[in-house]
């Protein structure tokens, strides 16, 4: 059993920077390798970024050199620092593995980048 629980989500502008956090209530976070998801209005969700147990890092060509996803085994966190947003960014975001393998979501978080 897993509980996922994102914040940090907001109303922006562009150019803005945000800075998502994702507190999973797990055992063995560690050995994960962890991702960070979205889902715009009328689309399906998609894979943003990855994080491995080592710490290796992939993302979707329209979020790289923007985003930055890291994580703290300590405190089984995962962030997303998200840079220079864009309306295109608009969605709602949540973390769970990069395969998306619990079945469990949280409820997301919000990120709106509007002029």
């Known amino acids: 059993q897993v509980q996922f629980v994102e914040s940090g989500g907001g109303l922006m502008q562009p150019g803005e920077a945000l800075r998502l956090f994702c507190l999973a209530h797990?055992?063995?976070?560690?050995?994960y390798t962890w991702g960070w998801h979205r889902q715009a209005p009328g689309k399906q969700r998609e894979l943003v970024?990855?994080?491995?147990?080592?710490?290796?890092?992939n993302y979707i060509d329209s979020v790289k050199g923007r985003f930055t996803i890291s994580r703290d085994n300590a405190k089984n966190t995962v962030y997303l620092q998200m840079n220079s947003l864009k309306p295109e960014d608009t969605a709602v975001y949540y973390c769970n593995t990069f395969d998306s393998a619990f079945a469990s979501w949280g409820q997301g978080t919000q990120v709106t980048v509007s002029v």
């Open positions: 797990i055992d063995n976070f560690s050995i």
């Open positions: 970024a990855s994080i491995t147990s080592g710490g290796a890092t």
